[in-house]
């Protein structure tokens, strides 16, 4: 093993998804001087390594967002503009949408979003306040008392230990507050702990969100592209789920409206349409019609669609050991490309024949040999014990009382919005999706209960399984890592820590001006907004369930 080396710095972020970006950026900006580490090398998490568009809501275009994401948004756009060769009418729409996606108001290709991370990032990096350490991932946390003395790091070049005053764990899976011994939550908690109407009935550690090993394809009729069958292709052909409608090799689904099956397609109708229902528009991040003919002549999709959700086995917990989760990411992967060899070569078309043999990976899109995303796509984490902890009862419309919107929050640090959208998990249970009024990120959802200097910046943060379904999104992670940086930022300059930030109304008043009037974070909505139910101002927002049912397994 190669010498250890000493690093120390003002503040020290451990992964580059969206949160540890926004938190570095942020804190940088302000002031200190940042070590960011990456276990890839593309940083932006969910919007970029796992290949996932932007999940986003109706407010997103309006400017109801910070301003450090709507610079996130408006570098893509500008990076096409500059770069692509667009059509005149697509290069002047000032909402340029360049795949078209339904799923989002801004579906780009995954390295995009990198180019933009990467010019948002390049003034500090050149100042020396940000420092990226890319294919990092941490192996131990050294703990003193309550407190986070130093992290050690292993990477390339071998391992490094650096100190700080504050650490973040912005890892896709929690991994510091498992190396720290942090006090968290892993899966679902129970009714009886929480109150939420769609809680477990027991705790289940096992109870989480199915993972996906996302990809992009575009569509070549009349050519060959058909990839290898993979070990495991049989299995997905015939085994059946008892929640599920049929074998994952299919393309029946379960309807989250009603909760029973329903068939999708993968084309319907013109392909040149923009919104129709079908697969491939729904994460469509390349419209052939938006630029020039003579050079992009295909549409490209990603296909992060629901037939390849991972829940055979979970990716954390107690009883998962690094060979089992190992496993879990390849079978995973395996999924994915055994529904690519189906759609290639089994899967029925509407004229009567089977197989798309023109379906192309794309692995230039996305950094790697086999064209599947980096990394698979992680909803649900290790939680931290919070001083204050998101309930369903404070965001979901079925639990709220009429037009009041979602709980107030006086020590608010940033907005949200989405869905409680909760996949099928590794337990056997099934979709919850429950709508949301617009939501606070609350200050105590960011502290734990005991150690002082560990602050999180994903999806780690002090939600149960059941809120973690909203608080899980781009804009909402991004939002959570500017109010970290800003809070190490504050903590810096008023030498103390966050508990103490949390523990003064003054340093939270503080704080919030420091967002809102400096880094331009938004920490509330405002009232017409916070009391809108989404579904009444976007048509394409997801409505509450007709008829709820509580959250049990084979439901």
């Not at 008392?145 to 764990?169: E, F, I, N, S, Y």
């Not at 550690?205 to 495991?232: C, K, M, N």
């Not at 409608?245 to 409206?257: A, F, R, T």
């Not at 103490?500 to 017409?528: F, K, Y």
């Amino acid at each position: 093993m190669p010498p250890v080396h000493e690093t120390a710095t003002d503040l020290l972020v451990v992964g580059g998804g969206l949160g540890g970006v926004a938190a570095a950026r942020t804190a940088a900006r302000l002031g200190l001087r940042v070590l960011l580490t990456e276990e890839t090398d593309w940083l932006g998490g969910q919007l970029t390594a796992q290949a996932v568009p932007s999940d986003e809501h109706p407010w997103i275009e309006s400017g109801r967002t910070s301003a450090g994401y709507r610079e996130l948004r408006d570098r893509i756009r500008d990076y096409y503009r500059r770069n692509y060769p667009l059509t005149a009418a697509a290069r002047a729409e000032p909402a340029l949408n360049p795949g078209l996606g339904n799923v989002s108001k801004l579906c780009c290709e995954p390295a995009v979003g990198v180019a933009a991370i990467d010019e948002m990032l390049a003034p500090y990096r050149s100042a020396g306040r940000v420092t990226v350490l890319y294919g990092h991932v941490p192996v131990a946390v050294h703990v003193e008392g309550d407190r986070v003395a130093a992290v050690t790091l292993r990477g390339p070049q071998g391992d490094r230990t650096v100190t700080a005053p504050l650490v973040v764990d912005a890892t896709e899976l929690g991994d510091l507050l498992a190396l720290a011994g942090v006090e968290h939550v892993v899966g679902a908690e129970s009714h009886a702990q929480t109150g939420e109407p769609y809680a477990a009935p027991e705790p289940d550690p096992t109870d989480q969100q199915s993972i996906t090993w996302t990809f992009p394809l575009e569509y070549r009729p009349g050519e060959e592209h058909v990839v290898d069958r993979p070990a495991s292709y049989d299995h997905w052909r015939t085994h059946v789920d008892d929640f599920w409608p049929g074998p994952q090799l299919s393309w029946e689904k379960i309807d989250i409206h009603t909760m029973g099956g329903r068939t999708n397609r993968i084309f319907e109708g013109d392909m040149d349409a923009v919104m129709l229902p079908d697969l491939w528009h729904f994460r469509r991040i390349r419209a052939r019609t938006q630029f020039d003919p003579d050079l992009i002549d295909t549409d490209i999709t990603l296909v992060n669609w629901p037939n390849i959700d991972y829940w055979e086995a979970p990716l954390i917990g107690e009883d998962v050991d690094q060979a089992a989760r190992d496993l879990a990411l390849q079978r995973c992967k395996e999924l994915s490309l055994s529904y690519l060899h189906w759609m290639q070569t089994e899967a029925p078309r509407p004229d009567g024949g089977t197989g798309y043999p023109g379906l192309k990976l794309r692995p230039d899109l996305t950094g790697t040999p086999d064209g599947l995303a980096k990394t698979a796509y992680i909803r649900e984490s290790r939680r931290i014990k919070a001083r204050f902890t998101v309930l369903e009862q404070h965001v979901a419309v079925v639990d709220r009382p009429e037009g009041e919107g979602a709980e107030r929050f006086a020590d608010s640090v940033g907005i949200g919005h989405y869905n409680i959208d909760l996949h099928p998990s590794a337990a056997g249970v099934n979709y919850v999706n429950l709508e949301t009024y617009p939501f606070q990120i609350p200050l105590g959802a960011l502290l734990p209960v005991r150690v002082r200097n560990l602050l999180p910046a994903n999806k780690n943060i002090g939600t149960t399984h059941i809120t973690n379904g909203c608080y899980r999104l781009h804009p909402v992670e991004w939002s959570i890592g500017e109010a970290v940086g800003a809070l190490a930022a504050l903590c810096a300059a008023e030498k103390t820590e966050p508990h103490a930030v949390g523990d003064s109304p003054r340093l939270i008043e503080d704080l919030q001006r420091l967002l809102t009037e400096t880094v331009g974070a938004p920490v509330a909505w405002p009232e017409d907004v916070a009391r809108t139910r989404p579904s009444q101002a976007s048509k394409h927002a997801t409505p509450l369930l007709a008829k709820p049912k509580k959250r049990v397994p084979g439901v």
